[in-house]
Every structure is written in C-alpha cells, then in structure tokens.
C-alpha cells in the first residue's frame, strides 16, 4: 500500500485528494520506483486546481517529477538500487505520476541521479531547474558569453527562474531580474542578480521595438512580458521561451527577428530526447550552486501539495518546493 495525491474526474466534479492505493493501481511499464521527493512546479499547481486541462486521464496520480530508488526492473538500463530521476514524458498529464510513495513509469523515461546530487537536491531543481539549464544551454549554445551583455530572467522569484539566476550567474553574466515582488530584490541579489526591475516595466503592451538592453532572455511568463524582452534584446541575441505564466498569446512583432536578428528559441522539457536531459543534469550537477539551491528550498508533506497547487498559481511560492512522499 502507498499514499498518492490522485486526481479524479465524476460527476461530482474535479477533484484532488490523498488516497491509499495497492500495486493494482501503479500504471503499466518496466520499471517501479520507490520515490523519495517529487516537487510542484506550475504546471502541478494547473493541475491540482484544475484550472487548465493538464490531466487528460481520471483517475490519475498526479505529479511531473520525482526522484527516488529503483525497487524492480525488466528494463536492461537500470537495477534495483539505482537512484534515478524523472521529468516529463506525460507523467502526471496521462500516466500516473510523482507526488506518491511508489511509482511505476518505462524505463526510457528515467535518467540516472547525477554523482553529488541527493534525491532531494534533485527535486528542489525539478523540472522548473532542469528547464532553466536547457534555456541556459540554448543561450550558450547560440554563442552568447558573460562578455556579450546582460541576460534578463523574467519570473525571476519562480521555480525556473530563480534557478536560471542562480546557474547565469555563478557562469559569470551579469543578470537583470524582472519579478513582481520587489520586495524580495535583496534575495534575488543573494542568488546572484546584479539587477532587479519590476515586472511592469514588461507585462504591459510595448513598442514593436525598443532599446537594446540585453543580449539575452530566459522567459517563462509568456504574453506582453516575452514580446517586450524580445523587443529589447539586442542586435544577434537570443531568447529562450519555456513559460506562460502571464498568458499562451505573443502580442509581439516581427521587428526584432528581422531587424536585429535576434532568435526565439522554444524550450520544451516535456519530450526533450534522453540525451540531452543527461546533458542538462550532468551541467546542474556541475553548475548550479548547491547552497544556494538550498536556500531556495521549502519542504512539505504530501498532503501540503493539495495547498500548494494554489499557491504557485497564485504566485506566492518563491523558490522551490520540495515534497517529502513519505512525511
């Protein structure tokens, strides 16, 4: 028997509760894990409220992540006793997911724990951090260098944001931190942020092109917020959207692709090919700050994920969550 976070849909309506299952209710695949950590990132909190249609399967566990020990495997890849983690791949959206004790998923989907990194650090980078590595790597892999000019990090007190500040500037770039809590400026310093501006200078509609400003963006806002960071970034430069926080439109121009060939590179997390989230992880295992990581960190129960839901869309919860399964 295990506990589970499981989202059902009758005609009683949405609904998310902590149950008790048994084996019969762990999905098909290859390999079972006995989890340690999951975490809640955005798209968990959309799913927990049910304010967007990220579950498509009822009654479903919910959860995108976890991180925890293989119990039994038929796949070739992995042994009981491995430690491994998982990001993505429809878990928690059509396949049984992490925020449970036990989880069964194909083995495919697993990625090995990088050396230096517990279960528990490995959830506090969750999918928001290993997000904010493949926008990092996608900036990179454009060119850009600390000496190129300034990233702006927008969402910057969320989950991929305050990772992507920690990871840029520990690389060596000078970040701007765009957040609507201006008040925490002082931990976004402490992160490494050389800069912290208010949301508002973005979120609102702008000019199809403004002053050149950074050489380049990790966005996960989406809408008005992404069209101005396009329009300002400078000549070459590049942009790596993976969010929608502030919305799914692009009420933005061609002006800054065509003017100033600037790139907008899509991150997707969800369905990235296993090579390159072996990549991604084995650069947060390298680059990311573990102390820092830490005091980015708050750690609840398995039913405290039920309230958390709504607190991350509601944009109260800075930093990460860490969800102990099995306190």
Same mark, same amino acid.
């Given at each position: 028997?295990?506990?589970?976070?499981?989202?059902?849909?009758?005609?009683?309506?949405?609904?998310?509760?902590?149950?008790?299952?048994?084996?019969?209710?762990?999905?098909?695949?290859?390999?079972?894990?006995?989890?340690?950590?999951?975490?809640?990132?955005?798209?968990?909190?959309?799913?927990?409220?049910?304010?967007?249609?990220?579950?498509?399967k009822f009654p479903l566990?919910?959860?995108?992540?976890?991180?925890?020990?293989?119990?039994?495997?038929?796949?070739?890849?992995?042994?009981?006793?491995?430690?491994?983690?998982?990001?993505?791949?429809?878990?928690?959206?059509?396949?049984?997911?992490?925020?449970?004790?036990?989880?069964?998923?194909?083995?495919?989907?697993?990625?090995?724990?990088?050396?230096?990194?517990?279960?528990?650090?490995?959830?506090?980078?969750?999918?928001?951090?290993?997000?904010?590595?493949?926008?990092?790597?996608?900036?990179?892999?454009?060119?850009?260098?600390?000496?190129?000019?300034?990233?702006l990090v927008t969402g910057?007190?969320?989950?991929?944001?305050?990772?992507?500040?920690?990871?840029?500037?520990?690389?060596?770039?000078?970040?701007?931190?765009?957040?609507?809590?201006?008040?925490?400026?002082?931990?976004?310093?402490?992160?490494?942020?050389?800069?912290?501006?208010?949301?508002?200078?973005?979120?609102?509609?702008?000019?199809?092109?403004?002053?050149?400003?950074?050489?380049?963006?990790?966005?996960?806002?989406?809408?008005?917020? *992404?069209?101005? /960071?396009?329009?300002?970034?400078?000549? $070459?430069?590049?942009?790596? @959207?993976?969010? +929608? %926080?502030? =919305?799914?439109?692009?009420?933005?121009?061609?002006?800054?692709?065509?003017?100033?060939?600037?790139?907008?590179?899509?991150?997707?997390?969800?369905?990235?090919?296993?090579?390159?989230?072996?990549?991604?992880?084995?650069?947060?295992?390298?680059? *990311?700050?573990? /102390?820092?990581?830490?005091?980015?960190? $708050?750690?609840?129960?398995? @039913?405290?994920? +039920? %309230?958390? =839901?709504?607190?991350i869309l509601a944009g109260?919860?800075?930093?990460?969550?860490?969800?102990?399964?099995?306190?």
């Amino acid at each position: 028997m295990y506990q589970a976070l499981v989202i059902d849909k009758n005609e009683a309506g949405y609904g998310a509760s902590i149950k008790t299952l048994d084996e019969d209710n762990l999905p098909e695949g290859d390999v079972t894990v006995r989890v340690d950590y999951s975490t809640i990132n955005y798209k968990d909190g959309l799913a927990i409220t049910g304010k967007s249609p990220v579950v498509r399967k009822f009654p479903l566990v919910a959860g995108i992540d976890f991180a925890g020990t293989v119990e039994a495997s038929s796949h070739p890849a992995w042994k009981a006793g491995d430690k491994v983690v998982l990001n993505g791949w429809g878990v928690g959206e059509t396949h049984s997911g992490g925020l449970a004790q036990r989880a069964r998923v194909r083995g495919d989907w697993l990625v090995a724990l990088p050396a230096g990194l517990t279960t528990r650090q490995a959830m506090a980078i969750g999918t928001a951090g290993y997000t904010a590595m493949l926008c990092v790597m996608a900036l990179q892999g454009h060119g850009l260098k600390p000496e190129s000019g300034d990233i702006l990090v927008t969402g910057a007190n969320g989950g991929v944001g305050s990772v992507a500040v920690a990871l840029l500037s520990k690389l060596g770039y000078r970040v701007v931190a765009s957040t609507g809590r201006t008040n925490e400026a002082e931990g976004l310093k402490a992160l490494g942020a050389a800069e912290v501006i208010d949301r508002a200078e973005l979120s609102a509609p702008g000019k199809p092109l403004g002053k050149e400003r950074w050489a380049g963006v990790v966005d996960s806002v989406g809408s008005h917020t *992404l069209a101005n /960071a396009c329009a300002g970034t400078k000549y $070459r430069g590049a942009v790596a @959207a993976c969010g +929608l %926080a502030q =919305g799914m439109d692009f009420p933005g121009s061609v002006a800054p692709f065509i003017l100033r060939g600037v790139t907008l590179y899509g991150i997707d997390s969800v369905m990235a090919p296993k090579a390159l989230r072996e990549q991604a992880w084995a650069r947060l295992a390298q680059d *990311l700050d573990l /102390a820092k990581l830490d005091s980015l960190v $708050r750690e609840i129960p398995l @039913a405290g994920a +039920l %309230a958390a =839901g709504s607190e991350i869309l509601a944009g109260k919860v800075r930093g990460r969550l860490v969800v102990n399964v099995n306190a």
